[in-house]
């Protein structure tokens, strides 16, 4: 039986709860851009300086924590797979990561050379 640590399992499900909204609240004002923007961000309003400061806090604190979270775990997964078996886990993810960007890079390449003709 394998022992979880709850705390840890909550955390980072707020986190990617969180991360969801920071996205959410960029394409209804907040700073930064997205594929599709729902408000004029030309004019200065609450909301959009509302989203702005939840954009710039959540910036400063949850990317760099999911790093601190994946980095708690590698010396005991280090421990438990060794290293040939650790380096080559995460390897099928990540050539379907790269496989996936790709191909957005080209259907959004072909999509753009549409518009333009």
């Known amino acids: ?17 969180l991360v969801l909204v920071f996205h959410t609240s960029i394409a209804y004002g907040g700073a930064g851009s997205w594929i599709l923007e729902d408000v004029d961000k030309s004019e200065l309003n609450a909301t959009i300086i509302l ?8 910036q400063a604190f949850f990317m760099g924590l999911f790093f601190f979270l994946t980095a ?3 010396p005991a997964s280090y421990d438990r797979k060794g290293a040939a078996k650790l380096s080559m886990s995460g390897a099928s993810s990540e050539r379907s990561s790269v496989r996936l960007g ?11 050379m549409r518009f333009i003709d």
């Open 1 to 17: 039986m394998r022992h979880r640590l709850d705390y840890l399992d909550h955390l980072r499900t707020a986190l990617t709860v």
């Open 102 to 112: 790709f191909w957005r890079l080209r259907s959004t390449s072909r999509c753009s």
């Open 72 to 74: 708690y775990f590698i």
């Open 51 to 58: 989203f702005t400061i939840f954009t710039a806090v959540c």
